[in-house]
Structure formats: structure tokens, C-alpha cells
């Protein structure tokens, strides 16, 4: 006989030995602990007698099977399969338990904070192999990229919240002025309660960590919720936080859209979310029904401006690296379209095929260094753009497409109509529309009328074009003579305006997004003034006038009540 027992809730199960292989084949999937006690926690909500036949998202790192015996069994039955309903009664109870502890004062402390963040560089340095190969088998991800992108990536913002977090947390003193002398102020950053964290698929860890990191920082009860699109992450993610973080105040709730519309149901104290425009409205619409604040990262056409006088191999080389070599193309802040003069144009596309070919090999399609398109969805709307009418025939570099294997080469259009799908909405993919314009400067006619990307990018040696590049073009956040490595610099805050997002993260804004900056004034019983109460006469008027000038000379003469 053997024993099989979940880790996390206490939970007991004895089977017969022939039912060993199908449990095992179970242990890889979904099942259901029917037997569990009420009032036990599993991952992301509650075992009530509402779910008492309900499945849980258990996974196969859960499951431990031992050798004891025992004398009792229990049959696997179809029940077996039937699929947890995670709806807005679930929800509401995770949120209460959540709050519970927050309210508790658990998630505040310095050393609490410490813990779960040492846990999570732990985690990073223990199971980097793991997330390597989710992240593969989500979106073909090269192990290199994988550990740039987003391990490295998140494993820095911990470093750092470590190393700061202490002066983060310190209040601020803020001088005070003579109307309400003696006194002292400060600024005091508290943690705002529960909050949730709606992730995406293209960096499926790092932006779930990044923000969750942000949040724990700030001293915060969080859920995250993965996307469903990159089940392999999103499942790890589960495992993961159930081992290393502390479950009291740190869930993980896997699902779709019947999961994540539970969740928006609930009243929660700030909401970041990750993703499209479209469902960034939904997010800010259920959010504004609790008055709940809310980031949303976004995205948008992000432009990337060439001039002719650049090192042309290097500018070439960046380009890549912020298209192709980023995740194929699959990143909110990655180069969606280029504009560059018509006469330069031909010089530039072939360095493109040069250097593409010496990061890709002749046959990009064979690359293991390039990722694939995330699913067949994703597939399908991207052949869309590039066999439209208009755009089919500007192809001038690549176009290979393989269904089976959910891989496009880089793909290069030149001079599309602004009316083409590939102009109008976010391409998110290999495929890189270039734009020519008789003069440079054209390039700002262009872009303003788009909605404000998420980032803009500039190549070029010309100091005043730089200078009127930052003015005139307003972007989530820009660079120049590079792309996309603006988001490694913690110093610098990550976010949108207007349709590309609202608010920001990363580093110390992380810690800001996440708190509330609580305004302190301290007094004591001293130095009571009568000037401030009733009843008001001329002579506490002309004081409290001089007082409020500032004016050494008109207070001196109010006092002794000259004019």
C-alpha cells in the first residue's frame, strides 16, 4: 500500500497499489482532494463544503507518494477529472483570509518583508534549471534569453529592495511652517493591504515576479495571477511560491477568463495589470466599481526613428536585439515599426540581412536562438497581417512561416500604407514594417498620429535632433541609440501614458506604486496661540496676515499692535 499526502494542507488519501499508475499518471495534472477537511488552505482560495467536490489545482510537486502501509483504500473515480470552479464566492473568501492577515500587522515588519525576498533569491538560484525550461516549453525561449530577460532581471530587482529597503521604508521629514509652529511632519510609506497582480504570457516570470516583489517590498498581502497562455511558467509559479514564500499572504490563483473575472470582482487595494489595451479597460472598469487604483502596463506601436548618420553595423545590431532577439518580436516595449529617410533605407534593410543572418544563421527557421509565436491564436493573427492585399507585396526580407512549429522568420515590409493592419494595431511578433520619408522630421507627424507608445526609440549622432526627439514626442519611456534596455536600469521608472498605461514600477517606484505616503504632523500642547479661535477680531486679523506673509517687520508690528 502507499500513502499519498499534500504537503500544504495535511490532507490524507490511502490507495490500493493498482491504483498507483493512474494516480501517478494524475499527480502530472489536475485532481481533486475530496476528502479534504474544511477550512484548509490549497494554493489560492479555501477547501469549504462548496468545494467539497471540487477539483484542486494540485500538481505533480505537491504530491509526494511514500511507502507505508495502511489499511484502507480508496478507488479512483471519474470524479477525478471534474474541473474546480473558481468563482466569486472562492474569491471573496481568499480576499477576507488575505485581509485577515494583513490585518493582523504579519506582512508589515522589516524582518517579514526581508524573509520573503532572501526566499525569493533562493528560489531564483535553486530552481533556475526549472524556470529555464518552463520558459522553453512555453515559448521555445533560448536558455540565454531566459536568463537575461527575466531571471537575471528579477533576481536585480530582488538585490535590490534587499540592499534599499530599509531606507526605503524610513519616514520622511518634511519642514513645517509658521502657521502651525512648534511642530514636526514626516512622511510615513505604509503598505496599501491586498493587492493583485494580473501577469502576461511574453515574460510570463519576470512579470509576475517583478510587481510581486514590488508588492512584498511595500509590505503587502498579494494573489498573483498567471497567464494562462504560458501554462507551463504559470504552473511552476504555483509550486514555486507555495514552497518558498509564506502562504498566509502570498497565492497564487491559476485560470482564465472565469478566474480573473472572480477576482476583479473583489474589492482590492491597488491592481496591476499586464497586457492589452482592450482588456486594460475591463481591468480599470472593474476597478473603478471599488474605487480600487489601479497600473495598468500596456504597450502600444513603438517607433523607432533612424537617421543616416549613424554607425550603421552597431545601429543594425540593436535594432535585432530589440526586435527579433526579444523575444521574437513578442514584447510590449519592443520596435514595431521603423522610419528612416528613403535614400538610407536600402543601405539599412541590407545590414538588417546581415547581421540577421549572422545572429540566425542563413536559415532563421532552423534557430535555436530565436523563440517561437506563443500560440496558434497568435500565429493565425500575424499571418493575417502579413497576407493582407496591401501588405503581401512589400515583403522584402523573410515571410517564412511554419503552423507546425509556430515559427516566423524576421520579416521585413517596406513601405506599407499607413491603412494596413500591420500599421494600426500593435504587431507584437517577427515582422517589422520600415517606413521612408523624404525628410526626418516627418518622423514626428507620424508618430503623434498614433496614441503615445509605450517606448520611442532614436539612432542617430545629431545633438539637436535628440534634443527635439525628447521634446516633442511624449512615450512611456524612450532611448536612444539603443532599444529596450531602458527597463534594466532600475533607476528608471517603467510605464505608460495615455494608452500605452498608467502608472509605474521598478526598483524604488516599485515600493512607491505599492504604499500609501501618509502625510504626519506632530504638535504638542505648548505655545497654544489664541489668534486661531474665536472670536476674530482686526488685531488677530492683521496677525495672522503678517504671520502668513512671512513679513519679520509687519509681524513685529502686529503684535504690538501698530499699524
Aim: proline fraction near 5%.
Amino acid at each position: 500500500m502507499q500513502l499519498l499526502y499534500f504537503s500544504d494542507v495535511s490532507t490524507k488519501l490511502f490507495l490500493s497499489a493498482s491504483s498507483c499508475s493512474t494516480m501517478k499518471s494524475l499527480c502530472h495534472g489536475p485532481f481533486i482532494a475530496a476528502s479534504a477537511p474544511v477550512g484548509r488552505r490549497a494554493f489560492g482560495g479555501h477547501l469549504t463544503t462548496k468545494s467539497f467536490h471540487k477539483q484542486l489545482h494540485f500538481r505533480s510537486r505537491c504530491v509526494v507518494f511514500s511507502s507505508f502501509s495502511c489499511s484502507a483504500t480508496l478507488s479512483v473515480v471519474p470524479e477525478l477529472e471534474e474541473k474546480l470552479v473558481f468563482d466569486g464566492e472562492e474569491a471573496n473568501l481568499l480576499v477576507r483570509e488575505l485581509r485577515k492577515n494583513f490585518d493582523s500587522g504579519r506582512t508589515k515588519s522589516y524582518e517579514w518583508r526581508v524573509s520573503q525576498l532572501e526566499a525569493i533569491n533562493k528560489m531564483l538560484e535553486e530552481k533556475e534549471k526549472e524556470i529555464t525550461e518552463a520558459l522553453y516549453e512555453d515559448l521555445a525561449k533560448p536558455q540565454f534569453e531566459a536568463f537575461i530577460a527575466e531571471i537575471s532581471q528579477a533576481k536585480s530587482s530582488c538585490d535590490e529592495a534587499l540592499k534599499e529597503l530599509k531606507d526605503w521604508m524610513k519616514p520622511e521629514k518634511v519642514n513645517t511652517s509658521i502657521t502651525t509652529f512648534p511642530s514636526s511632519a514626516e512622511i510615513v510609506p505604509e503598505p496599501l493591504g491586498v493587492v493583485l497582480v494580473i501577469s502576461t504570457w511574453n515574460f510570463p516570470f519576470l512579470l509576475s515576479m517583478d510587481p510581486v516583489i514590488g508588492a512584498i517590498s511595500a509590505g503587502n498581502a498579494v494573489v498573483l495571477k498567471p497567464s494562462e497562455i504560458a501554462p507551463a511558467t504559470s504552473s511552476l509559479l504555483v509550486n514555486l511560491i507555495q514552497q518558498y514564500l509564506d502562504s498566509s499572504a502570498i497565492r497564487v490563483v491559476e485560470g482564465a477568463v472565469p478566474e480573473t473575472t472572480a477576482l476583479l470582482e473583489q474589492k482590492w487595494d491597488k491592481i496591476l495589470y499586464t497586457g492589452s489595451a482592450r482588456v486594460g479597460r475591463i481591468v480599470m472598469a472593474a476597478a473603478a466599481k471599488h474605487l480600487t487604483p489601479v497600473i495598468l502596463e500596456l504597450g502600444g506601436k513603438c517607433p523607432a526613428v533612424v537617421e543616416s548618420d549613424v554607425n550603421l553595423q552597431v545601429t543594425a545590431r540593436r535594432i535585432i536585439a530589440g526586435k527579433w532577439a526579444c523575444n521574437s518580436g513578442q514584447a510590449c516595449i519592443s520596435i514595431d515599426y521603423i522610419i528612416t529617410r528613403k535614400e538610407f533605407a536600402p543601405k539599412l534593410i541590407s545590414a538588417l540581412k546581415e547581421e540577421l543572418e549572422q545572429f540566425f544563421g542563413k536559415d532563421p527557421m532552423e534557430s535555436k536562438d530565436m523563440s517561437r509565436i506563443v500560440s496558434p491564436n497568435q500565429f493565425a493573427r500575424l499571418v493575417k497581417l502579413l497576407d493582407e492585399d496591401k501588405v503581401s507585396d512589400k515583403v522584402v526580407l523573410g515571410g517564412q512561416r511554419d503552423e507546425k512549429k509556430l515559427k516566423i522568420a524576421p520579416t521585413i515590409i517596406l513601405d506599407v500604407p499607413e491603412d494596413a493592419l500591420v500599421m494600426q494595431e500593435e504587431i507584437f511578433g517577427p515582422i517589422l514594417p520600415i517606413i521612408t520619408v523624404d525628410n526626418i522630421e516627418n518622423c514626428y507627424s507620424i508618430i503623434k498620429s498614433k496614441p503615445k507608445p509605450l517606448a520611442a526609440y532614436l539612432f542617430t549622432n545629431n545633438e539637436q535632433l535628440k534634443k527635439d526627439y525628447v521634446d516633442k514626442i511624449s512615450s512611456g519611456g524612450m532611448l536612444i541609440n539603443d532599444a529596450i534596455i531602458h527597463v534594466a536600469t532600475r533607476g528608471l521608472p517603467f510605464g505608460g501614458v495615455e494608452e500605452s498605461g498608467m502608472g509605474c514600477y521598478h526598483g524604488k517606484f516599485s515600493f512607491d506604486s505599492f504604499s500609501h505616503r501618509k502625510s504626519v504632523l506632530y504638535r504638542s500642547f505648548d505655545a497654544d496661540s489664541s489668534i486661531r479661535y474665536p472670536p476674530y477680531t482686526p488685531e488677530k486679523e492683521k496677525l495672522l496676515k503678517a504671520l502668513i506673509s512671512g513679513n519679520i517687520l509687519q509681524i513685529i508690528l502686529a503684535l504690538f499692535g501698530w499699524s
